[in-house]
């Protein structure tokens, strides 16, 4: 596992950090891939016999699942030891969530009930709650919700209009008011309830359980994909939750849910990787068989093509995923030698890295996105059908770029935490900015080193360079007005969401060749050029794009011209390099990288 020598959330931008110092999924332990293996037996055995049956919402089928995955002990993994769970370290649940993760409808249940269904009690409920619900949870006897959506409170959520009021007898809360969206609504025995008291200007949590009084479901919700997940509203009226149900304190509730909403980001995106592997599976596995002129489509340069970026996006989504969960690790780990209780430590690890939770959720979505997309085209007309496996997977996939807070609100957060956090650890951005501008006014020096790493490091340090740029240049010049400088925020937030992975995917390849010698490294090489060489344009465009927003005549085309200098990277055969990685996974027949 990696060593104290981490990076806080954010410092990746004016920190270099050394291969030795990351995790990389090629040292999961022998226990932790005994925990993905029984992961991957369950959706084999279990779930995807039955994806139709699922789909078809078979009453009682998913909840029976849940019940079957909690008796194999994958419903208690983040669960402390005394309430009968495992008590996994951060990077063990994200690699049970990425596994999952292929489980189509069921990984959203199952996501939903190990998550923000039972970790809002696990990190913030007291002793006697903690005793009553977790380890039921743990077991599957009892599955869970997570309701905070409201119909006029989606991103906004602290506009929620749900109530709770004390009762004359100070025993109960009465909460009234309407829940939407409500994932696992349709079955679940405890739901975490956002509402204010009284008239709280901030949201209050209770744990809710379905026998209550005073509560109506609502019939399930028709939906795009995930058609097997249950989906419904929840009206509250006057339903009667006793008051030792109140979760954490009074006006605690929306720490509550920001907190547990970074911890879905980053789920999410170790969710999509199990996916996006399956995908890619299907993917090479028909270009194998399907035959046109005469010779297998996998032999292609088009379909090579496809196969190659697959991975390619795949892979270093996964070098950033795990990167940053072991970093939560060792956070979690110094914070409980302070002192700190688990969840509380565990809560404040995974805040430390909200940036990267918010701009990995978009990354990981949008690259599933691309992966399923190229799926369907891959299967051709019978990737249109509902009688292959793509279809299901292209539908299911769509909802990624909302959950957890659309892709739109993480882009913006990722901009606006990054120079609020910036300021609060004292790395102002603008200082850095204002560095760099000095750097160019005294004469840039572009001289690439020598050296593989030495290069590609030299790249990566200019990307930054012109993150901080921008970030400082667009601090100053709009100052408190830049949250409404939303397609700016974008494209300076999509430059920030390729720095880390062209950072992550090349520690990942240096570490893989100290262990394994330049022979085995030789494919992640490939990979590592393409997306590196490829994010210099992306970073050059939105660069371009949000100068051109603000700034004209001299300054315009000052700061053009130095963020075409941060880009400027040496020339790449991308054709041969995803020709090769193609190869690979075309000879495998499966994706292993």
């Known amino acids: 596992m990696a060593n104290n020598n981490i990076l806080k959330g954010g410092e990746f931008l004016i920190k270099e950090t050394k291969a030795e110092d990351i995790f990389i ?16 037996d369950f959706l084999e055995q279990e779930v995807y016999p039955s994806l139709d049956r699922i789909d078809a919402q078979e009453e009682g089928l998913m909840k029976w699942l849940l019940q079957k995955s909690g008796e194999l002990g994958l419903l208690g993994i983040s669960v402390p030891e005394e309430y009968d769970g495992f008590e996994q370290n951060f990077v063990t649940s994200m690699l049970a969530s990425e596994y999952m993760g292929a489980g189509y409808s069921f990984s959203v249940a199952y996501s939903a009930h190990t998550g923000i269904g039972t970790l809002p ?41 749900t109530r709770a009021v004390l009762t004359e007898d100070g025993k109960h809360y009465l909460l009234t008011g309407q829940k939407m969206w409500i994932t696992n609504g349709g079955f679940a025995d405890v739901m975490t309830v956002f509402a204010k008291i009284d008239n709280d200007r901030v949201l209050s949590a209770f744990i809710v359980e379905r026998n209550f009084p005073g509560i109506k479901f609502n019939a399930e919700e028709k939906k795009m994909g995930i058609k097997g997940s249950s989906t419904v509203q929840i009206f509250f009226n006057d339903c009667k939750v006793p008051i030792e149900n109140l979760l954490g304190k009074r006006g605690q509730g ?9 911890m879905g980001r980053i789920k999410l995106g170790g969710t999509v990787l199990g996916a996006a592997k399956r995908a890619i599976t299907q993917s090479v596995n028909y270009a194998n068989e399907r035959k046109q002129f005469g010779t297998a489509i996998a032999s292609f ?41 688990k969840g509380e430590a565990t809560i404040e690890g995974i805040a430390q890295y909200a940036i990267e939770a918010a701009f990995l959720k978009v990354f990981g979505s949008e690259c599933l996105n691309y992966i399923v997309d190229e799926a369907v085209q891959i299967f051709g007309g019978m990737g249109f059908s509902s009688e292959t496996p793509v279809d299901r997977a292209y539908r299911d996939s769509r909802i990624n770029r909302i959950f957890e807070g659309t892709n739109e609100i993480n882009r913006m957060l990722v901009v606006d935490t990054t120079i609020k956090k910036a300021l609060k650890e004292g790395f102002d951005v603008t200082r850095y900015s204002n560095s760099i501008l000095k750097e160019f006014n005294e004469g840039f020096d572009s001289t ?27 601090s100053e010049t709009f100052t408190r007005k830049l949250t409404a400088e939303q397609e700016i925020l974008f494209n300076v937030s999509d430059i920030i969401m390729q720095v880390y992975p062209a950072e992550s995917s090349l520690l990942r390849l240096q570490k893989i060749q100290q262990m394994k010698g330049e022979e085995a490294a030789a494919i992640y090489k490939d990979i590592v050029d393409v997306f590196v060489y490829d994010a210099a344009d992306l970073i050059r465009k939105a660069g371009h794009d949000a100068i051109n927003c603000f700034a004209e005549g001299e300054q315009r085309d000052t700061l053009i011209s130095y963020i075409d200098t941060l880009t400027k990277v040496a020339p790449v055969n991308t054709r041969d390099a995803r020709r090769r990685i193609a190869d690979k996974l075309i000879d495998d027949n499966i994706y292993d990288f």
């Open 25 to 40: 999924p090629e040292e999961f332990t022998e226990e932790q891939r005994m925990i993905a293996g029984t992961c991957s």
């Open 254 to 262: 929306f720490r509550i849910a920001l907190n547990i909403l970074h």
């Open 121 to 161: 009690i696990s990190y913030y409920g007291n002793d006697e709650q903690k005793q009553k619900y977790l380890p039921r949870l743990a077991s599957g006897e009892l599955t869970s919700a997570y309701c905070l959506t409201e119909p006029n409170a989606g991103s906004d959520a602290n506009s929620g209009k």
């Open 301 to 341: 340069g088009a379909i090579k093509h496809k196969l190659g970026e697959q991975v390619i996006k795949n892979w270093v989504t996964e070098s950033s995923v795990y990167r940053v969960s072991a970093n939560i690790d060792t956070a979690i780990g110094l914070l409980l030698a302070e002192g700190k209780a």
């Open 448 to 474: 690439v080193p020598e050296g593989y790493f030495e290069e590609k490091m030299y790249y990566v340090r200019n990307f930054k360079k012109a993150a901080l740029l921008l970030l400082g240049t667009i």
